[in-house]
């Protein structure tokens, strides 16, 4: 096997071997490259040849299925990849039967882009990677009943290049244009959030799990959420979000139902020592599934295109039945049990998107001008496992009390529970929602610089990021498109940038890899 898409890759450099450090085997490695190289194969296909709905919809599970800590299942994946192949019959079918094959559709061996020269590689690497993240938001858009054409139309163009000999002038301009076209890729999901579900309104939630029998979901798919409210209204069952699926709190469509009550966890790196004997199930719909521990393993279901080998999947019926009745049958605590953040906070608040942000933005503008806000820091993105992500912890911590926090992703957790007090009735920290609300944070940054009539890079804001697997890829790539300077990227750089490539985007968009937490926080306010 050959790995390195995610933070976490061995040694920083790439996850070869048996196993990958997230848990994945180097057999269900090499089925998600078969996988990649089958899709790479159906976008050939599609260049020349009408595409349908269904066409679409493989090529974004497709996508969505390789992204880390998804699916570790063989048998899901060769399900997968006999799907992708009988699409591309379908598109091409004269291909199958072709006395002379020319090669053109294809699969291709993933091979040939590991074994690359290694700027080609990291170009390549950088727009799979971001088109496997951005896939993940089209299909919770998409779930939602939204799709839009650029977006679609991108995947096949993007994969089409990973499978080309293309040079480094070819792939840098596909490399850009990933963040842009996830820039309307997010501005799609955030719609389709908020007119489905309405605007994120600011919402405590508390880390107390009440007595009685609940579920746990976690992921990032707000319409299995719906679903699951509306199938355990009435039944006695509370419902306790988990990781990325927190701001779901803010939103009135799903707030409204009063057995939605509170949140369970921490960030996903936690789950194992977190879910150990939990009396109640836990529904995965999406990142981040960590390899399951017998101490919970009978407890774990997963849906969409999370997949783990012997939990129960709940497939596209949406029937949580099984889910309930474990709910049902571990009864859940008996008493009401107190939880804490990781900095000993019993609650949380969420729902800061741009709609509440902009809806003070004469408050905020007013703060900023008569100094009470110094400066803004966007501090955001994964969490993982990696000791040094505490800089993360620290630098809010340090923050001087004339500054603002935005925040949002999973990363938040190291210090989301943090009391740091308010500025002009505002908390400090204001968490945006998940990783694809980086668009709320977009929208306010673009909305301050008009303000002030300059340009979002001479705002007082930074950029201070942590990354783990390949949605931040597709979000930092649309931080470069609309020419955001000066980010902070950690706790490591990504494996797949290569020298040549790192030195392109310090020159032209001052990346900078974090330091310490008091010597950024010098040079950002110095
Ligand atoms: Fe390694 Fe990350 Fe790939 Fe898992 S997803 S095999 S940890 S690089
Ligand atoms: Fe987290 Fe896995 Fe990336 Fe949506 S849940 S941000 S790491």
């Given at each position: 096997m050959f790995c390195f898409q995610c933070e976490q890759t061995a040694g920083c450099s790439g996850c070869t071997g048996a196993a990958g450090v997230c848990g994945k085997k180097s057999?269900?490695?090499d089925l998600q490259d078969e996988l990649t190289g089958a899709l790479v194969g159906l976008a050939h296909a599609?260049?020349?040849?009408?595409?349908?709905?269904?066409t679409d919809r493989i090529i974004i599970e497709g996508l969505f299925t390789t992204i880390t800590n998804v699916n570790f299942n063989d048998e899901t994946l060769r399900e997968m990849i006999a799907r992708v192949r009988e699409e591309k019959g379908r598109v091409v079918p004269g291909c199958a039967a072709c006395m002379s094959p020319c090669g053109n559709t294809s699969d291709y061996d993933m091979k040939r882009m590991w074994e690359a020269d290694e700027d080609i590689r990291s170009l390549k690497s950088l727009i799979l990677f971001g088109i496997r993240g951005m896939a993940a938001y089209a299909y919770h858009a998409m779930v939602l009943g939204y799709t839009n054409e650029e977006v679609n139309d991108f995947f096949y163009r993007a994969l089409f290049a990973v499978g080309e000999d293309f040079e480094m002038e070819d792939l840098l301009p596909l490399v850009l244009e990933t963040g842009k076209v996830n820039l309307t890729c997010m501005e799609m999901l955030d719609r389709a959030n908020t007119e489905t579900f309405g605007t994120p309104v600011p919402t405590e939630v508390p880390l107390m799990v009440e007595k009685g029998p609940f579920i746990v979901i976690t992921g990032h798919d707000l319409y299995d959420?719906?679903?699951?409210?509306?199938?355990?209204?009435?039944?006695?069952?509370?419902?306790?979000?988990?990781?990325?699926?927190?701001?779901?709190?803010a939103y009135p469509e799903l707030k409204k139902y009063p057995h939605l009550k509170g949140n369970f966890g921490t960030a996903w790196q936690n789950q194992q020592k977190e879910f150990a004997n939990i009396p109640a199930p836990v529904l995965y719909t999406t990142n981040c599934l960590m390899p399951v521990k017998e101490s919970y393993a009978d407890r774990v279901f997963t849906t969409e295109v999370v997949s783990y080998p012997e939990m129960v999947h709940i497939g596209e019926d949406k029937d949580f039945t099984p889910v309930i009745e474990k709910a049902l049958e571990?009864?859940?605590?008996?008493?009401?049990?107190?939880?804490?953040?990781?900095?000993?906070?019993?609650?949380?608040m969420t729902g800061f998107g741009h709609g509440t942000v902009l809806g003070v933005a004469d408050q905020v503008i007013a703060a900023v001008k008569s100094g009470?806000?110094?400066?803004?820091?966007?501090?955001?993105?994964?969490?993982g496992a990696r000791v040094g992500r505490n800089y993360y912890t620290e630098f809010v911590k340090q923050t001087p009390k004339d500054t603002m926090i935005l925040t949002l992703a999973c990363g938040k957790y190291r210090f989301n529970d943090l009391d740091l007090g308010t500025i002009g009735g505002l908390p400090r920290i204001l968490d945006m929602g998940q990783c694809n609300d980086a668009y709320s944070a977009i929208r306010v940054a673009v909305a301050l610089a008009e303000a002030f009539d300059c340009g979002v890079n001479e705002l007082p804001l930074s950029m201070v990021l942590s990354w783990y697997e390949q949605k931040a890829v597709c979000i930092l790539l649309t931080l470069l498109h609309l020419g955001i300077k000066n980010i902070k990227l950690g706790p490591t750089l990504p494996a797949f940038i290569s020298p040549n490539i790192l030195n392109y985007l310090v020159d032209n968009y001052g990346i900078a890899p974090i330091t310490t937490p008091e010597a950024d926080l010098a040079e950002i306010l110095g």
């Amino acid at each position: 096997m050959f790995c390195f898409q995610c933070e976490q890759t061995a040694g920083c450099s790439g996850c070869t071997g048996a196993a990958g450090v997230c848990g994945k085997k180097s057999v269900t490695a090499d089925l998600q490259d078969e996988l990649t190289g089958a899709l790479v194969g159906l976008a050939h296909a599609c260049m020349n040849n009408p595409k349908t709905e269904q066409t679409d919809r493989i090529i974004i599970e497709g996508l969505f299925t390789t992204i880390t800590n998804v699916n570790f299942n063989d048998e899901t994946l060769r399900e997968m990849i006999a799907r992708v192949r009988e699409e591309k019959g379908r598109v091409v079918p004269g291909c199958a039967a072709c006395m002379s094959p020319c090669g053109n559709t294809s699969d291709y061996d993933m091979k040939r882009m590991w074994e690359a020269d290694e700027d080609i590689r990291s170009l390549k690497s950088l727009i799979l990677f971001g088109i496997r993240g951005m896939a993940a938001y089209a299909y919770h858009a998409m779930v939602l009943g939204y799709t839009n054409e650029e977006v679609n139309d991108f995947f096949y163009r993007a994969l089409f290049a990973v499978g080309e000999d293309f040079e480094m002038e070819d792939l840098l301009p596909l490399v850009l244009e990933t963040g842009k076209v996830n820039l309307t890729c997010m501005e799609m999901l955030d719609r389709a959030n908020t007119e489905t579900f309405g605007t994120p309104v600011p919402t405590e939630v508390p880390l107390m799990v009440e007595k009685g029998p609940f579920i746990v979901i976690t992921g990032h798919d707000l319409y299995d959420l719906k679903l699951l409210l509306e199938q355990t209204k009435d039944k006695g069952i509370n419902i306790y979000t988990h990781g990325e699926m927190l701001p779901a709190h803010a939103y009135p469509e799903l707030k409204k139902y009063p057995h939605l009550k509170g949140n369970f966890g921490t960030a996903w790196q936690n789950q194992q020592k977190e879910f150990a004997n939990i009396p109640a199930p836990v529904l995965y719909t999406t990142n981040c599934l960590m390899p399951v521990k017998e101490s919970y393993a009978d407890r774990v279901f997963t849906t969409e295109v999370v997949s783990y080998p012997e939990m129960v999947h709940i497939g596209e019926d949406k029937d949580f039945t099984p889910v309930i009745e474990k709910a049902l049958e571990l009864g859940g605590y008996k008493e009401d049990t107190a939880f804490t953040g990781i900095n000993g906070g019993t609650k949380v608040m969420t729902g800061f998107g741009h709609g509440t942000v902009l809806g003070v933005a004469d408050q905020v503008i007013a703060a900023v001008k008569s100094g009470d806000i110094r400066h803004f820091f966007l501090v955001g993105g994964c969490d993982g496992a990696r000791v040094g992500r505490n800089y993360y912890t620290e630098f809010v911590k340090q923050t001087p009390k004339d500054t603002m926090i935005l925040t949002l992703a999973c990363g938040k957790y190291r210090f989301n529970d943090l009391d740091l007090g308010t500025i002009g009735g505002l908390p400090r920290i204001l968490d945006m929602g998940q990783c694809n609300d980086a668009y709320s944070a977009i929208r306010v940054a673009v909305a301050l610089a008009e303000a002030f009539d300059c340009g979002v890079n001479e705002l007082p804001l930074s950029m201070v990021l942590s990354w783990y697997e390949q949605k931040a890829v597709c979000i930092l790539l649309t931080l470069l498109h609309l020419g955001i300077k000066n980010i902070k990227l950690g706790p490591t750089l990504p494996a797949f940038i290569s020298p040549n490539i790192l030195n392109y985007l310090v020159d032209n968009y001052g990346i900078a890899p974090i330091t310490t937490p008091e010597a950024d926080l010098a040079e950002i306010l110095g």
